[in-house]
């Protein structure tokens, strides 16, 4: 633990400065950013249960031509992206490890206020070893953006794509689609501001027939109480042929207290367990 302390603070400090502006060296952009989040214990304290659930370093090189990602996750220990893109007008081309088009439809983790993700699209692959393309385009003065890649994963060759259609400010609609050998799941999510109190979002999933639960769904509502404070409600539920189950409900409070930088804490009603975390950004 202490080890992973002294590397926190090194990589805060050695990059903190350079995080804060974006260089340009002989042509090439370069942007750095920390950003981690950490479990903080709401009980058996004394086990250290003090620990980061992500602490990564994302490096982005760009010049009139490609741009090249990375990032590194050092309470892993592992490579999250190292890719290479190309854009050709609408079209940008993209290799190496990457984020699955799924993903996109969803918060980063540095950015998200609640503690968890729906557990019917936390199943999905995070991250692509292969190749994507992506389009953007405006119709009837609507943003749509299309991804699509092929990966490798267990063996088989995979395919997951998405589409995400802005409606309007703050409306959303999104449709998912990824194979996994013989396997599939596909779904979509929509979201809608109504009010700075009524933030919906809501989703549905279907998996194969011999899934324990063919079909899950989930619903959330963020409730801004002022710019910097939100209460969520999350639900997540299962379906299957008998019955329809409960998976998991929540209810908690974030604190933005820099830019995507939060403290939360949640209540799990399912398991009766209070979750806290705190995430910075720099």
Known sequence: MKKLVLVALFVILSTSFISAQ??????????????????????DVSKDQ?????????????????????RHDFSSG???????????GNFTVTAGRFLDP????????????????????????????GISMQYDDVFNDKKVTARISVFDCDGNR???????????????IGYFLQTRGNKKGFGLMAKSA????LNVEGGIVSRPTSSSAPVEFYAQNQAKLTDKISVWLQGDFEANSSTTNTV??????AYQYSTNSHLKLFYNFTEKLVVAKVTFFL
């Open 102 to 129: 799924i993903w996109y439809l969803f918060p980063a983790p540095h950015m998200m206020s609640q503690t968890a993700y729906a557990s019917s699209v936390n199943s999905f692959t995070v991250l692509d070893d």
């Open 194 to 197: 109504f009010h700075s109190l």
């Open 248 to 253: 998991r409900t929540m209810v908690g409070a």
């Open 158 to 172: 995979n395919v997951s794509a998405s589409v995400d259609v802005t409606l309007s400010e703050g409306t959303h």
């Open 22 to 43: 974006t260089f340009n060296l002989n042509g090439i952009n370069a942007e750095a950013h920390v950003f981690a989040g950490m479990n903080i214990p709401t009980q």
């Open 78 to 88: 592992k490579i999250q992206l190292a890719n290479v893109s190309k854009t050709f």
């Open 50 to 70: 003090f620990k980061f659930d992500y602490m990564r370093l994302h490096v982005d090189l760009s010049n009139d031509q490609i741009k090249v990602q990375f």
